[in-house]
């Protein structure tokens, strides 16, 4: 009853995840109603039976000593070997595979490996991957190709599958609206007779081998406009091959172990599982010297986005002065992709029981991962917090290591961020350069342990608080005035389009023209003037010498700022009090930067570069740099919209 | 040279050179390929410790007999610093390759077991390496917030060979273990360049009480769920002053050498929900009265923290309560043995009454709380009952000391004349 695996390695971590899969699925009112249909009396006789098998099996490997507490001896129940089926000698998979317009399932020999009825999703062509010698699911992928771009998603897809893959696909509701050529070419030349002539509310099934021979198609055409085309069921047989003819016959070293295990359990990962010319799953960039952050643990900090993880983690350990033996990856769940990916790269994975929900859960998973961080390393006194769906710069090390004796030194300062919120392709531009802002930037960043451990983890918010971390973090009540240091030029990159508060719109608008810096080995300026009182004196000094900038122009316009390169400017803004950001919202609005709250401000003053030219931005008379302000300078104000206009739902404010 | 040696060892009656031999080709073994190991193995430790002087005098010196290696014992144990390897799989080829026999025995991170559900990849905690009837035992220790190391217990999973060594008389493995970061030593013993403990016989003296007790993370999540923490403002300062004071009352005894344990309410909170009772308002700690030093109160003030009262006497009742910061209180009582119990004193300041509260003999383990490496009564469930009763699970907030504790008993009340010394208020 429970549910078929044909890979009988299985890792003792994955029997875990099997074994609460399971208990999930028990809870599952849907699965439940089909467990009943499909004979409740078995299913519990065969629990009643494994259950029996397991505490036996348990008593058998009693311990060697006999002062056993009963929590040891429970412990030792989750680390039974579960009994599982012998290994499956036949030779043949029965696939059966339904599409319609409420519903998708896959079984394979009588399991089920896709059943989607839920309304309003899953929409468009759904996608599964078999290992033809193992018939083991390597992938499962819905494309909603009613909506754009999402076929050129499929088409990359099914590029970066090996040749000799059993691939199944079905429609769910709609799947042709926006399947162009080039994908019904690619679907055209796996095999499908049908494909190129899938139209509005087609019904279809196809099952068969990438490069090899068709399994079978069923196609139902849509009879009009308002109406679906009948549901298919394609019942047929895939023949398995042998798992020497799956595989590539890469040299047999410890690396290619790691490869191999992967490259047979999942599939979309292009080149590092190819037969010919693998991709290197070691990097060993160039070591740095003085390395300052060698002992500083690394939380990487994952759900499940397997591919997202996959270009993370490769970013990260290629970095100068990586150390591996520091990172953890801490998946929020009991996914086995994502642990997959960490494996292949031979890192170590912690996975979380999900507890609670949307970001609360989120929220719980960081304390989770960072209290564990800190019991994992407990000589560390900083931990840097990166994200799975984040590029690390190449000497993201580097300007760590320049700049952590500060958050140490420096009690002013609440974090090191490798974020700068402000730094666009059009506003960054020296890589040496750092800031000190008032505000919390996240992506990529330094803890300090006693932060934490004092005054963050004891008041964390409790999962029935629905709160962001990172918006909690930046609450006075947590921050208590201090600041972040950042650097001009960004060093992580926020690649992620599909996440909790992030849609492609979103991604496009915010994120996709951010800086983000390639040079390695950058020498950063004048660190120490980050202190608390130097940056006073090194801020002074830089208004000291800027050049107001004419007023009486729009600052809107290109040509506020003269075309001149290298040269340091300044203008003045109303800004009544600390929390008076209406200008500076306009300004940021019209310069295309982050205006969706306030960020990278130090006492009223904004610093960023505009045609190549450091431009200051002072807001009068709150900050107290005002007093730099000539007598003669009308402070610009610039007016929001009427809030009719405004009513365009904005996305939450959100950087995660 | 080496075989020569073990030829004229071998020789003699008793000794055994296949043990010289396995142990010398492990400590090639490790060393080709940088693993920093060094040797604990308490019998050899406590020949060694007896030579001590002129062994580290001469560190290189050629040894004129066997003394250590040859004894012929099933195995010789070794510890590991998890950290300072890289789990290399080249490691287990080479040790195959030599001939050894290893068994690698996995277990859950304890370090992950707080109050979340986090599974990591299991650990290594024990490796067995077996050379004809020779075998290593290789303890891994980690490091455990609270600086100090941890190594966890042996226990086999089924299909392990129950018969690959004599796993009964191992000398580590029965229980967790909890350790100082050891000083090493480098040595040259029976011509084999090893690394030792230091001072072999303070480490044979911390391994005879070195038995760690997990705190119970599961049962306290258990509890959570029926009585949710407390999340206040007001919880959350007092466990952090708690928190701080008794890091501070922790520096100041583990400086003068006197060993203590969480008591009552501090105590409870270990054993039921892993963390300070927020409603507790004090820390309490217990000493054994033989290990009562006169230092203790002069240390405490140079510390900070000002004695508050004392009461009773070294010979009968004592009692010592520090004033920490704002109003939380560090309470320290003396316990004295007797044949079949263990019992500390109470005394009432205005009645001079005298109260007397009552254990079960106990011994002490060691455990992790609040990031610090501290003593708890092994027997903790009997110690927890015997003071709080068979209700002790549930939370309360009113707490009489002379009432509520179900072991306490009268015990007569002070002489008048004694009164300016047993009950001291400041």
Redesign the interface.
Known sequence: MDEWKPNPAVK??KK?SWYLAWKYKLMNQRALRKLCQTGAVLFLLVTVIVNIKLIL?TR??A???E?ESA??YD??ML???VPRHPVNNKKVLDVEVYSSRSKVYVAVDGTTVLEDEAREQGRGIHVIVLNQATGHVMAKRVFDTYSPHEDEAMVLFLNMVARGRILIFTIKDEGSFHLKETAKNVLKSLGSQVAPFLSWRDMWTFVGKKGGEVYGEKHAKSPALSTWGDPVLLKTEVHLTSVEDAECHWPDT?LNRRRRRFCSKVEGYGSVCSCKDPTPIEFNPDPLKDNKVFDVPVAVIAGNRPNYLYRMLRSLLSAQGVNP?MI?V?IDGYYEEPMDVVELFGL??????P?SIKNARVS?HY??SL??T??????AKFAVVLEEDLDISVDFFSFLSQSIHLLEEDESLYCISAWNDQGYEHTAEDPSLLYRVETMPGLGWVLRKSLY??ELE??WP?PEKLWDWDMWMRMPEQRKGRECIIPDISRSYHFGIVGLNMNGYFHEAYFKKHKFNTVPNVQLKNVESLRKDNYETEIHRLLGEAEVLDHSKNPCEDSFVPDTEGRVYVMFIRMEQEADFTTWTQLAKCLHIWDLDVRGNHKGLWRLFRKKNHFLVVGVPASPYSSKKPSSVTPIYMEPPAKEEGAVAVPAAEQT | NGAAFSKLRGSQSGQDSTRWHVVRKFLGLISSHNIPVYLIDPLILGLVDKDIEQIRSSPDGPSPECKYFCAPRDFTTFALLD?TW?HE??FFRSAEKMGFQWLKII???P??D?????????IPLHYIFKLASHAIHLVVFY?????FLWHG???????VD?KFVP??KLHFG??PGAYEKPELLLVSIDDLKVQIPKNPSSFLEEMSHSRFLEC?Y?EARAFFQLYP?D?S?DA?EF??KAKSLLHLAALTLNNLGVKFWLSSGTCLGWYRQCNVIPHSKDVDLGIFIRDYKADIIPAFQKAGLPLKHKFGKVEDSLELSFQGEDDVKLDIFFFYEEDDHIWNGGTQAKSGKKFKYLFPKFTLCWTEFV?LKVHVPCETLQYVEANYGPEWKVPVKTWDWKSSPSNVQDNGVWPIDEWDNVIQIY
Request: no cysteine.
């Open positions: 003792p971590h875990r099996d058998r490997a311990y060697e000593e002062e929590q040891d412990d030792d680390n039974v070997e410890e033996q953890t801490f170590s994975g912690i996975q979380h029981t507890i719980q304390k989770a209290t564990a800190f019991n994992l390393f407990p000589d451990k004092d004891p008041k409790t | 950290k890289k799989v080249g277990n859950k991170d370090r992950l707080g109050m979340d559900d986090l599974s990591g990849m299991e490091e455990r917030s609270g600086n217990p042996l226990r086999l999973k089924q299909h129950r796993f009964r029965r229980y119970r599961r923490d999340a403002v959350v466990r952090k990031e």
